[in-house]
């Protein structure tokens, strides 16, 4: 069943192109998204709502986080991301004009189970992305699209995740179509750049072996930092969470422009810090703040392990390690940039000798608030 890989982790992450193909397969042509999926909502829908807000918990939160970004960005619906398990517990405004979003691979995490019936109870309409057919959040929801990266076995989430990201951006192409607030030639474009990503993403797990020999080395670390910027800064908290769950190593993930609002008290010689580093092509701004950060941790004796453009001449000479993923639009660059952190948790598991897919007091599906 494992395919020949050592763990299901392992084939899972192997996975994470036909996540995301079999997740877009089908649901655009010519340039345009089609998703019938959103039918159920109503005509018009989309034009009529002032607010989307995300509700989920650990990963799929993460993959919410990340998404939201574009989702605002190209729909114009100003979104929020919360917590499923937070959200109903704060009295929250929720209305008929507020779309819910609710985000689970299982279907079945009653956090999130209970969030959306709390939105609907409110008079809010409720939209599952799952990844499990006829699970129970899809059934209690006013609408849903499938995400289709298969069955996930792990107990750490993965190609969920990619394929999350996925069909939120589709969902954000659809509102943006409705709403008129991307030309038809700008979401043409972003299509046809969105169809080349399995294969980058397939590019970036030609490291393996690369990550597996510094996980192997790295095999005594007792901490991990992630930083990032814009949408590697959730990409940086999933890292770190990867790491917890299987590695049992202590990793944080932060805001690259926190650090010197604390976090960089921490920096001593020898400290591991991942960084999501921004092409440099697209982004004037991001990009010189993140060599920036580079420069500050380095000075403090950090060991940086980037994740960067290929082409990206200004990280090479400061990282002590750097694994590029091939060019695209920015909005596409979180769906490579977590490959490397997903395999890195998985080697240094495994290098500790743990059972990566059953990891210690974690269960697949957490069906108890
Ligand atoms: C992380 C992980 C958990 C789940 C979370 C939500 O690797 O597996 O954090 O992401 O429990 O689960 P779903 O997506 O099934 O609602």
Known sequence: EKGGWPSFMAKEISEDPEAIENTIRGRFHEGRVTLPDLDALGEGYFREIDRIIIVACGTAY??????????????????????????????????????????????????????????????AKTLSICNTQGATIPRESDAVVYTHAGPEVAVASTKAFVAQIAAIYLLALHAAQARQT???????????????????????????????????????????????????????????????????????????????????????PGQPVFVLVPSPRYDDTLHPKIVSNIQEIRARGARVLAVAEVSDAAVLPIADEVFTVPPTDPAFEPLLHVVPLQIFALELSTAKGLDVDQPRNLAKSVTVE
């Open 182 to 268: 991307l030309t038809d030639a700008e979401v043409a474009h972003i299509l046809a750049e969105f169809e080349t990503i399995p294969d980058k993403v397939r590019e970036v797990l030609q490291h393996h072996d690369r990550i597996r020999e510094l996980a192997n080395w790295m095999a005594d670390t007792r901490s991990v930092l992630y930083l990032g910027r814009n949408t590697g800064f959730p990409i940086a908290l999933e890292g770190a969470l990867k790491l917890k769950e299987i590695a049992y190593i202590h990793a944080e993930g932060f805001a690259a422009g926190e650090l010197k609002h604390g976090p960089i008290a921490l920096i001593e």
């Open 62 to 123: 993460y993959s919410g986080q990340t998404a939201a970004y574009m989702l605002e960005k190209w729909s114009r619906i100003p979104v929020q991301v919360e917590l499923a398990h937070e959200f109903r517990y704060r009295d929250p405004v929720v209305d008929e004009r507020c779309l819910i979003v609710s985000l689970s691979q299982s279907g079945e995490t009653m956090d999130t189970l209970m969030a959306v019936r709390f939105a609907r109870e409110r008079g």
